[in-house]
């Protein structure tokens, strides 16, 4: 095999059918994963300004009620945060409503409401990390299986050559040793993803849980 023939589209073109098939599947994991990183990359950032947002609005002190009232009223603005804010504010008037003098029942529903908005959000914004994950572990495993079928390949091609020579294995070995590397390609990018998105879902994880809290002793201050 000349020079030309030792590029890597025709390493590629040139590889048994089973790592050619290895390989495409390898390029599908990668397309999959960089479409999923773009698309939580985006969520994510989303997620944090409008927790910035709802946290600044909050903090400032004014009417809950109002606030309430102007959350609702703009749901084109909601982030995750803003949507706890509203479930337990929905689920402590309601309680008021029923019995106004259960003031532990009021703040305990309210609790409970914004508990469950905070477990819905945090499974929005982890879906589909659980697959970068697998990505990142099984790719390189899949690639270095094309591998070492390609260089059994090689090597079962030398029980019909007389004189073994590097030229005779190199072809072979390199066309198996694409797989890994497209393994890699597919692995890298997934595995960072996942560690960075996990990081920044856990510190949106503590904010929405400090905010519960917080929230919930600021209701029990206005109950009594």
């Not at 259960?102 to 914004?125: F, I, K, P, S, T």
């Not at 040793?177 to 994880?205: K, M, Q």
């Amino acid at each position: 095999m000349n020079h030309d023939n030792m590029s890597i589209l025709s390493l590629i073109t040139n590889a048994s059918l089973l790592v050619q098939l290895v390989m495409a599947g390898l390029l599908i994991i990668s397309i999959a994963s960089w479409t999923v990183i773009f698309r939580k990359l985006f969520q994510i950032r989303a997620a944090r300004a409008a927790t910035d947002k709802f946290e600044a609005e909050f903090w400032r002190g004014g009417d809950l009620q109002a606030l309430y009232e102007r959350s609702v009223s703009q749901p084109g603005d909601h982030g995750p945060l803003a949507r706890i804010f509203e479930v337990g504010m929905r689920e402590f008037a309601k309680i008021r409503q029923q019995d106004p003098t259960d003031r532990n029942a009021m703040v305990e529903a309210a609790r409970r409401a914004m508990r469950a908005g905070y477990q819905r959000e945090m499974d929005e914004l982890e879906s589909q990390l659980a697959f970068l994950a697998s990505a990142g572990s099984v790719s390189p495993y899949i690639g270095l299986f094309g591998t070492v079928w390609g260089i059994m390949n090689s090597f079962r091609g030398l029980a019909n050559v007389k004189q073994a020579t590097l030229a005779a294995v190199a072809p072979g070995i390199a066309e198996a040793l694409v797989a890994t590397a497209i393994g890699l390609f597919a692995a890298i990018p997934a595995v960072v993803a996942y560690n960075r998105f996990s990081y920044d879902i856990e510190r949106l994880s503590n904010r929405f849980d400090t905010f519960v809290e917080e929230f919930s002793n600021i209701l029990q201050r206005q109950s009594r």
